[in-house]
């Protein structure tokens, strides 16, 4: 190596990512080259500089936020993907000929519902293949279907188109794609495919309106929703869902009067403990607070979680209003 | 892979959230340092940690058993640093010449140094050392300041660093030429 080739070599050098044998002709060059050397040492001041610089330091206080975080958004994902399959389930219900709706609706709601490949797999509609369309399309291998076709009318859009076969020779094309059809549900908020439809929106809908008006419909319902037996887990995942990470304080007030309207039980109260311990909005602490105070009074309930996150919010709330409610709250509670 | 792994790896599949935190948790300390020596900040540095491993689980259906997990892992925080760096740049107005800034000139941060004025660490002396160290670090190009952190604060080893961001030994040893070139030309006063 040359001089130059060295020189550039110095930072790897320093770092001790050379080979033995190249580190060994970079300590014999220096030996022989001043230019060299000096270019080592102002490499080693710059490192000095560089190496200063004050870190975020990664604790275990970090580590553990970030776990915990993550633990969160995990659960989420996995209740958004559960609710999710539901919702497929419950509108393929819909469009099967068995299906009635209920009368006498209660609400009424239009939302965008993304199915795609698996909804013309599931469905059997009634095909009317018009004579002379060009776009033959196989939904199913076993079971032929121009289906799709049929679909892109109308309102549908269609998305991630992807094609999975391409035979010029033949011109058999065969591709998947999601397809996006405004649907108008009109059925009683009591019937449980119009209330899979309404947690789909609570937790998939970007317009707050719209999430502020399912959750506010199902909260509206009351006990009646639930008819005194267990609500519909799927239901009961989306209000949780919107109740603990809806941006809309609205939206998570609503969601929070619904759950108390259900059977209390460990998730609802994980949920509303999680506001209570959680939420940045002051009114949504109190009404967590009021909540559990209500629900351990019916139920003559004397909670561990209940009592320590009440005292916790006694002693270290940054609101004065929440901490006197939390021990008033406290004192009913325990007595 | 380790047959345990393999084991964990099968249950998180099935949302197994446990599983997928017992099969995380060797690895993501060192994800978090990565990405707080990146973005020099633990709020940052959290976000990518979240996004980072939201992407393994969610990959995890797609994710080969005979690859190496860990090194799978890597290779997703090296791209979610890089990609977090533009989001931010998005936010953050920075100006033309800072993008354009890709030869060692001396168009630094004019706003970056009248927004820092009131900062009180320019108190000190060291205080305004760091400060223009971190902004020399701003004139790299993402994967140069990643490479150059990877290298400087971390030691990882040139092969590793080039299995992380899935390129050759020759590209990592140039960017790193590259990288403390423009930064001994930033920081030339101190050094
Ligand atoms: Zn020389």
């Given amino acids: ?335 | 892979m380790a047959p345990h792994e393999i084991e964990l790896i099968q249950k998180a599949r099935g949302g197994d959230v446990g599983a997928f935190e017992a099969l995380v948790y060797q690895y993501d300390k060192q994800v978090l340092t990565i990405a707080a020596r990146y973005v020099n900040s633990s709020d940052d540095a959290k976000d990518i940690y979240q996004e980072v491993f939201l992407r393994v689980y969610k990959g995890l259906k797609k994710f080969q058993l005979r690859s190496e997990f860990s090194t799978w892992i890597f290779r997703i925080t090296t791209n979610v640093c890089l990609s977090y760096h533009s989001r931010r740049k998005r936010h953050a107005h920075v100006s033309l010449d800072q993008e354009q800034d890709e030869n060692d000139g001396e168009t630094s941060h004019r706003d970056e140094i009248v927004s820092e004025e009131h900062s009180p660490h320019r108190q000190t002396e060291n205080a305004e050392l760091s400060l223009r160290v971190e902004e020399a670090m701003n004139v790299l190009s993402p994967q140069q300041k990643l490479i150059f952190t990877l290298k400087h604060y971390q030691g990882y080893k040139l092969n590793e660093i080039a299995s992380m961001l899935e390129c050759s030994e020759g590209t990592v040893k140039k960017q790193l030429f590259t990288a403390v070139r423009r930064l001994r030309n930033q920081l030339k006063e101190f050094a």
Wanted: charged content about 25%.
């Fill in chain 1, 1 to 335: 190596m040359n001089h130059k080739q060295i020189k550039e070599l110095l930072p790897i050098y320093l770092y001790g990512d050379l080979t033995a044998d190249e580190a060994k002709e970079v300590q014999l060059h220096l030996a022989a080259c001043g230019e060299c050397r000096a270019e080592l040492e102002s490499l080693k001041a710059f490192n000095d500089v560089v190496s200063n610089q004050p870190a975020v330091e990664v604790t275990d206080k970090l580590l553990n936020e970030a776990r915990e975080e993550l633990h969160t958004a995990l659960r989420r994902e996995t209740i958004r993907h559960s609710v999710f399959e539901k919702i497929v389930e419950g509108v393929t219900g819909i469009f099967t000929p068995r299906y009635q709706f209920a009368s006498g609706a209660a609400a009424a709601l239009l939302v965008g519902i993304g199915i795609g490949y698996i909804f013309f797999h599931q469905t059997n509609v009634e095909q009317t293949k018009e004579a002379g369309t060009s776009l033959a399309t196989e939904t199913s291998q076993s079971n032929p279907q121009s289906a799709a076709a049929d679909f892109l009318h109308g309102d549908t859009r269609t998305d991630n188109l992807h094609f999975l076969n391409l035979d010029p020779q033949s011109g058999q094309v065969e591709f998947t794609f999601d397809a996006v059809t405004p649907m108008r549900v009109k059925g009683n908020v009591n019937n449980a495919q119009v209330q899979k439809v309404m947690a789909h929106a609570i937790v998939n809908s970007d317009n707050p309106g719209v999430r502020l008006k399912a959750v506010n419909a199902l909260a509206e319902q009351g006990g009646s929703v639930t008819g005194g037996r267990d609500a519909d887990p799927a239901v009961k995942s989306a209000l949780v869902i919107a109740l603990k990470s809806d941006g809309n304080p609205g939206v998570r007030r609503e969601a929070l009067r619904a759950l108390l309207q259900m059977p209390f039980d460990k998730e609802i109260k994980e949920a509303v403990l999680f506001v209570l311990l959680h939420d940045k909005n002051s009114g949504m602490r109190v009404a967590a607070i009021n909540g559990l105070e209500l629900t351990s009074h019916e139920k003559r309930m004397n909670d561990a979680d209940v009592l320590n996150a009440l005292k916790k919010k006694m002693h270290s709330d940054d609101n004065n209003y929440v901490r006197l409610q939390a021990r008033t709250a406290l004192q009913e509670v325990s007595q």
